[in-house]
């Protein structure tokens, strides 16, 4: 499965695609949509996400993608140039078909590090170690929708199984049993 995973942003819109292959997470391609502030309205910059986030998909052709949710900020004038851009990058999924999925930060971050408050900087080595690259990123928006990626790839694994006890458990999973 191709996960693209999105970080949405008004002025730098991260991105990153991975392919899960059984219990194995590869690196396809990870970046950020910078788009200019200065002398650009809005509603050019939603298009703009929207075209450069296509291309990304159809250069990967992904199976689902991946969004972190709006979280709610102190000024409402960013929240909705957030909620625009998030609009934009959605679209952009949706008009190739993609599932969509919506993952709140703090939901991504227990993810990928195992803790819910993690610090962008736990986030970003951690992807850097499950996907094992080598470079740090310039921006932790690129790591953050890498995050998102991974976090659904994690979460969307063969259907859970349930057990009715430890031994039930145990037997339905021997492969995550350490003797």
Same mark, same amino acid.
């Given at each position: 499965?191709?996960?693209? &995973? ?9 991105? &990153?695609?991975? +392919? ?5 997470? *590869?690196?396809? +391609? ?10 650009? +309205?809005?509603p050019q910059r939603l298009k703009d996400i929207f075209l450069r986030l296509q291309s990304v998909i159809e ?7 991946? *969004? ?11 929240? =909705? ?10 679209? =952009? ?17 227990? =993810?990928?590090? &195992?803790?819910?408050? =993690? ?9 850097? @170690? ?5 470079? @740090?990123?310039?921006? *932790? ?16 694994e063969s259907p859970h199984k349930t057990a009715k006890s430890w031994s039930d458990w145990v037997r339905q ?7």
């Amino acid at each position: 499965m191709i996960v693209l &995973g999105v970080d949405p942003g008004s002025i730098v819109c991260g991105f &990153g695609v991975i +392919e899960k292959k059984g219990k194995l997470l *590869f690196l396809v +391609e990870y970046g950020v949509l910078q788009v200019k502030k200065k002398n650009e +309205e809005l509603p050019q910059r939603l298009k703009d996400i929207f075209l450069r986030l296509q291309s990304v998909i159809e250069r990967t052709s992904p199976d689902a993608s991946a *969004f972190e949710s709006v979280f709610y900020s102190k000024n409402a004038q960013s929240l =909705a140039k957030l909620s625009h851009a998030r609009g934009s990058a959605i679209l =952009a999924a949706t008009m190739h078909d993609l599932p969509i999925a919506e993952y709140t930060p703090r939901v991504v971050k227990k =993810a990928v590090t &195992g803790n819910g408050n =993690a610090s962008k900087e736990q986030v970003q080595f951690m992807v850097k @170690t499950l996907l094992k690259i080598e470079e @740090t990123p310039d921006f *932790f928006d690129a790591t953050d929708a890498l995050a998102v990626a991974i976090c659904h790839a994690l979460r969307t694994e063969s259907p859970h199984k349930t057990a009715k006890s430890w031994s039930d458990w145990v037997r339905q999973n021997p492969e995550r049993i350490k003797s």
